[in-house]
């Protein structure tokens, strides 16, 4: 712990190199399976990072242990100075990361204004979140009691509702979803559906945006258009981008950084240009790609 | 599309307006309808107590249990055990009782407020292992609670009577106090799911995985649908027995078939559906009163059938088959009775009335 903070003291004068996130020797094991294996690397703070590599590399297993889904065999994981391993998925969305899904979950039976108004739930209901928040000595996010007693009464209750609701509007018409504001989720179209699935997200007020292949499924227009709202977030809401990705067009075109697994391993690491020129890299998955182009 | 709204606030004034022309229609009913009448106007409304309260835990939050006529029961007894007098007890006690319950002694209010409050204790003990299941396992762990309750009704002698049951538990269920619960109860699940809680429970029903990713605590919000709901199950309980006047732990009182019946009325109505739910209750106590007559012997175009019992259950099924089939969703589906909607259905249907008149 002391070692943390003194690192993290002298990492402070300088915002860009600092690491949001470490994943220290993590492991996920199934069984006899080693779906990630002795995963070391960090996310700094800012940047926008690209997690590549075949089907069953273990991209998303990565994505799940972060997020707490899974608990990791070995290893430790830390986010902005506290240990998540062991925390749960709310807390840990709590504590600041926001993921979506490689198969688009969204609350389909309510409209778009009430997916992104769920995402902002956790602020007023969350009090094991806030915990931990203050126990770290961090600033908690709305650490004020008997939240459901007001929202059932409606005393001292409705100012906040106003707020989350305005908030809510002001996100969906900057990531240019107002038009179907108050359409089911189910009636959206792929492409906006992604796009609501990645709105929701950040309406949990991330530090760390983690999106699982977000260009799956998409069309070139449509991918294109995904890659400009990525970088417009990014720098709109200021907030680190983690993504996995298929499309070599997404990755090479948008990350600045790229880490490359195979078989749960990390088989290299470095900007676009340094993996496309990488043999390991060719000969594990862009080499097939590649090849045809 | 533009669309006119009313404002909130008129919209308020509109439902006071509503809750004050039903409560003069009630009153109207309550000078002039006959006793069984009377009886069954209020059966509709204790039904809909169960039928709102379970629908908030199966329709809302997507927990599908099937324990609630365990709470049914827990709170009828608690509730009948403080309103029956000390003396009444000691009389129908065969057995012994325990001396502290037949000392325990309160007005019905009370009483009925502390029927919910046992069912919700009793719901957030089993709500612990239960919540941990999901789908039909949790169905099955929640009748099996219900049934343990019930079965251990039926045994406890000195606390419960057993099979004996109570009896001339005094007929305070009156239409004042049974429409009055359903408007709280109405307004308090209502106002719940029109708050971030709600949403955050619907959240839960579309999608568990998602929602958590979204920093929803789901045990907990389940929990806490749980023994809302459980508490107005008590509560309904409470009236219910107070409208019986004599309960006993067989399967067709406080059994799994009142949870079924109950079941039918929010899938009926349509599962998610506050409205939906008072609706289908209404149907369902209105149905099964007037189809008694079916078990009745009568003559169908002059041929004579003789009374055949459980047909009303049969006509029942059919009806709710037949329902299904139309409108897979219930009645209502997942949409509300709201001022909102009826100015928009009603416009949907003067534009479909007019272009008939048109063609």
């Not at chain 1, 203050?134 to 004020?144: F, S, T």
């Not at chain 1, 990645?198 to 945006?209: C, E, G, H, N, S």
């Not at chain 2, 799994?256 to 998610?272: A, D, E, H, N, S």
Request: glycine share 8%; hydrophobic share 50%; charged share 20%.
């Amino acid at each position: 712990m002391m070692e943390n903070k003194t690192a993290v003291m002298e990492n402070k004068t300088d915002k860009g190199t600092k690491g949001l996130l470490v994943l220290d020797h993590v492991t996920m094991q199934f069984g006899g399976l080693v779906a990630v294996d002795n995963f070391t690397n960090e996310v700094k703070e800012g940047e926008l990072l690209g997690l590549i590599g075949p089907n069953g590399a273990g991209k998303t297993t990565v994505f799940n242990v972060i997020t707490g889904i899974y608990y990791p065999t070995k290893g430790k994981i830390i986010f902005d100075d506290i240990d998540i391993t062991p925390l749960k998925p709310h807390q840990i969305t709590h504590l600041g990361i926001a993921r979506t899904f490689q198969n688009i979950r969204l609350f389909y039976d309510l409209s778009v204004l009430e997916n992104v108004l769920v995402a902002q739930h956790h602020e007023i209901s969350n009090p094991d979140g806030d915990r931990i928040l203050l126990h770290h000595g961090k600033p908690a996010k709305n650490y004020q009691r008997f939240w459901l007693w007001r929202a059932i009464t409606k005393l001292g209750y409705l100012k906040k509702e106003r707020e989350m609701l305005e908030r809510a509007k002001e996100l969906i018409e900057k990531v240019g979803l107002a038009h179907v504001m108050y359409e089911k989720a189910s009636a959206l179209p792929y492409g906006e559906q992604r796009k609501l699935e990645i709105a929701r997200a950040l309406a949990t007020k991330p530090k760390l945006l983690l999106l699982d292949e977000p260009a799956a499924g998409m069309n070139p227009k449509e991918t294109e258009d995904l890659m400009e709202f990525i970088k417009k977030i990014r720098d709109e809401f200021d907030v680190t981008v983690f993504l996995i990705e298929h499309d070599m067009k997404v990755v090479m075109g948008i990350c600045e950084r790229i880490i490359v697994m195979d078989y749960g391993k990390i088989i290299a690491e470095g900007t676009p240009e340094q993996i496309q020129s990488n043999p390991r890299v060719i000969e594990a998955y862009l080499g097939k790609e590649w090849k045809h182009v | 599309m533009v669309e006119k709204k009313l404002s909130n606030k008129t919209k308020f004034w509109l439902t006071i307006a509503f809750i004050i022309f039903i409560g003069f229609l009630l009153w109207l009913a309550d000078r002039y309808f006959d006793d069984y009448k009377l009886r069954v106007l209020r059966l509709i409304a204790i039904y809909g107590v169960m039928a709102v309260s379970l629908n908030l835990i199966n329709g809302i939050t997507g927990v599908f249990s099937l324990g609630h006529a365990g709470f049914i029961l827990v709170g009828a007894y608690t509730a009948s055990l403080l309103t029956l007098s000390p003396e009444q007890k000691a009389m129908s006690y065969l057995f012994g009782i325990q001396p502290w319950i037949e000392k325990l002694h309160a007005d019905f209010f009370t009483a009925t407020i502390a029927g919910g409050i046992a069912a919700a204790i009793f719901a957030f003990l089993i709500g612990w292992p239960v919540l941990r299941l999901s789908g039909d396992y949790l169905a099955i762990a929640s009748l099996g609670f219900a049934e343990v309750v019930r079965i251990w009704a039926n045994n406890a002698l000195s606390i419960t009577n057993g099979p004996l049951g109570l009896k001339a538990i005094p007929e305070y269920s009156n239409t004042w106090w049974t429409y009055g619960w359903l408007l709280a109860t109405v307004v308090f699940i209502a106002s719940l799911v029109n708050s971030s809680y709600g949403r955050a429970l619907k959240a839960i029903r579309e999608n568990r995985i998602a929602a958590e990713a979204m920093g929803i605590n789901v045990f907990k919000h389940q929990l806490m649908s749980f023994v809302i709901g459980a508490f107005f199950a008590g509560v309904s309980g409470s009236l219910y027995a107070h409208w019986l006047t004599t309960i006993d732990p067989r399967l067709t009182t406080m059994g799994p078939m009142l949870t079924f019946y109950v079941l039918i009325m929010i899938v009926l109505g349509g599962l998610g559906s506050i409205t939906g739910a008072i609706i289908g209750a209404a149907i369902f106590a209105i149905l099964f009163e007037w189809l008694r007559d079916l078990e009745q012997p009568f003559s169908f175009f002059g041929i004579q059938v003789p009374g055949i019992p459980g047909m009303r259950i049969l006509t029942v099924s059919a009806i709710f088959i037949i329902v299904m089939i139309f409108w897979q969703r219930g009645i209502m589906g997942r949409e509300e009775l709201t001022w909102d909607n009826l100015i928009k259905w009603s416009r949907k249907l003067a534009s479909l009335s007019r272009k008939r008149g048109e063609g």
